[in-house]
């Protein structure tokens, strides 16, 4: 066996399954605040990688700026998003919602494709060092800034939720709406905040994808990644939406290993992360950390 | 003339659903400072007449049809829930209905969602101040007892530094015991802070020790009201809501003058 190898794809697979974790955070956002299982949710990476990508190399932007007006395009995305699309489809049939979320994606996968081509466009350069080496693995200098941005996403999300009071009031109107109201809280406000702030989210993981990878609509295909994640980790929980992630991705890698050393079958990448949901919800089936009601005896 | 009341109920009617009459013309008044209680029996729209005045009403598919309440002479009828929160305004609602996977301090700095000045530290400690047990509590909030929940619910109001709380049924499910401490609590909310307490009971009795005026409902309509004194020495209140207070048992023989001697019908 390679060990040094199979270490290796350990790493990227953390590497990857943070970023994983980091979109099904942002999507388990949206399904907690507002109960809607946000099919698009791949299709925001897909749009903030291309308007960042555009920025940069029509606007000739540095790096920051494109970065920064990128997210602050994702904030209104989310927003009118949320109040155009969504909000008259509050008290539809939950069928009603994921058949207009499939149809943004749809949407905004074709508008992508129509304004920016169908073919993969690279970054311009960001760092002037490709890879470092670290405790003897070869990293690219890239994967480490989207291991950190991960870190960070994910540490705002960790303080957003237990110490801001408009994470606190999320969470209260994902727990009851109609006790949010009675504290203050205005739900249509909360619910285009957990838009604004999962669009974004998206965005930056987009954007760090399209620096490693280039911009293609190959972006989208993340949000489907999202869900063997998010429902590895239970539908309703932050935390577990990124240990599934990270479970993803190492599966992932270590399944292309396996492949690669043995077994020769072709494609394990993709769908080993499906074949340890089935197994996991078989043993767990609210998910790692999905939601047990309290109740009192 | 004396000043304007803190809240004013004219003749509300509410309908849910388009169809459904709940209240058909209440009217009640709460002056400033002072602990009102309403009072009668299941169904006869205590909680709706809350939720009228908080505006959660609108959460239900209810709606104010007719009549105007006003806070401090303004009218807040037809007014999203969260606003007339910020006017001052905070319903504890029946049932408790605290953020059972949050915890304690977590609740209580919900609590203080509408204010963004820098005393919301020292508010918690007012609010440990009269619930000290509450300071102990470091788990979820949904493992606390009942008791323990209400003086959450009850904190968390404090926490918005209202001008009025409207209180739906703070002894539910509490023992004996614990009511008499959520009461002495709320009379000492009244006296000390000068929060002005709209109270809706099952639990007439202690209503009527803590309160100053009080109103009977019966089918969506003010029947009878007066001081507390008053009531707590009105035949048909001590019959109806007090229970055979020291008088000898009903016999079953006379039941069916029961319902005649509810002369307000």
Redo the contacts between chains.
């Keep these: 066996m390679d060990w040094t190898l199979l270490l290796q794809l350990t790493l990227n697979g953390l590497i990857v399954g943070a970023l994983y974790g980091v979109v099904a955070m942002s999507f388990v956002l949206i399904y907690k605040a507002s109960q809607v299982v946000n099919f698009a949710q791949g299709e925001f990476l897909l749009v903030g990688a291309w308007v960042c990508w555009w920025m940069l190399t029509e606007w000739q932007l540095p790096f920051w700026a494109g970065f920064l007006l990128t997210l602050a395009f994702m904030t209104l995305f989310g927003m009118i998003l949320q109040v155009v699309v969504l909000r008259p489809l509050i008290g539809e049939p939950v069928i009603s919602v994921i058949m207009a979320t499939i149809g943004l994606g749809i949407f905004f996968q074709a508008l992508m494709k129509w304004i920016f081509g169908v073919f993969a466009k690279p970054f311009p350069p960001i760092f002037s060092t490709e890879r470092v080496n670290l405790l003897g693995l070869e990293v690219q200098t890239v994967y480490l800034m989207s291991l950190g941005i991960s870190v960070l996403i994910m540490a705002g999300f960790a303080w957003f939720f ?1 110490a801001s ?1 408009h994470g ?2 999320m ?2 109107t994902a ?5 949010a ?7 249509p406000k909360v619910f285009a905040m957990s838009w604004a702030i999962s669009a974004v989210v998206s965005a930056v993981a987009g954007v760090v994808v399209g620096v490693v990878n280039g911009v293609s609509s190959a972006l989208s295909f993340y949000g489907i990644k999202v869900f063997p994640a998010v429902i590895l980790g239970g539908l309703d929980s932050v935390i577990g939406a990124v240990l599934g992630g990270l479970i993803v991705g190492v599966l992932e890698n270590w399944a292309q290993y396996l492949d690669a050393e043995w077994l020769n079958w072709g494609n394990m990448v993709t769908i080993a992360p499906f074949y340890a949901l089935i197994i996991i919800l078989l043993i767990k089936p609210y998910g790692l950390f999905g ?1 047990k009601n ?1 109740e ?1 005896v | 003339m004396e000043a304007a009341p803190l809240l004013q109920v004219n003749n509300i009617e509410v309908v849910y659903n388009d169809v459904i009459l709940v209240l058909r013309g209440l009217s009640l008044t709460v002056p400033q400072g002072k602990i009102v209680a309403l009072l009668g029996a299941n169904g006869a729209g205590k909680s709706t007449t809350l939720k009228a005045i ?3 009403l609108r ?2 598919e209810g709606e104010v049809t007719r009549g105007e309440i006003r806070f401090g002479g303004e009218r807040i009828d037809g007014i ?3 606003l007339i ?2 006017r001052g305004i ?2 504890v ?1 029946e049932g408790r ?1 605290i ?4 915890t304690c301090l ?1 609740n209580l ?6 204010r963004s000045d820098g005393e919301v530290k020292s508010d918690i400690e007012r609010v440990y101040g009269y619930f000290p047990r509450l300071r102990e509590r470091t788990g ?1 909030a ?2 606390l ?2 008791g323990e929940q209400q003086m959450l619910a009850i904190g ?1 109001a404090l926490m ?1 530094r209202p001008k009025l709380i409207l209180m739906d049924e703070p002894s539910m499910g509490l023992s004996p015991l614990l009511v008499k401490e959520v009461f002495g609590i709320i009379r000492r909310l009244n006296e000390e802070l000068g929060i002005t307490i709209l109270l809706v009971e099952q639990n007439a009795r202690m209503a009527l020790s803590v309160a100053s005026y009080a109103y009977v409902m019966e089918q969506g309509k003010v029947v009878l009201d007066g001081t507390a004194e008053a009531l707590a020495n009105n035949e048909d209140v001590k019959e109806f809501y007090l229970g055979g207070h020291g008088a000898e048992r009903k016999s079953f023989k006379n039941l069916k003058s029961y319902k005649r001697r509810k002369r307000w019908l």
Aim: glycine share 10%; proline share 2%.
């Design positions: 237990t009071k606190l009031a969470r209260a727990f009851d709406q109609q006790v109201q009675s504290l203050g809280i205005s739900v939601t309290i009192r | 908080s505006g959660l959460t239900e999203d829930p969260h929160v910020r905070f319903q609602m209905r953020i059972a996977d949050m977590e700095r919900l609590g203080a969602f509408t979820l949904g493992y007892s009942g968390r918005a």
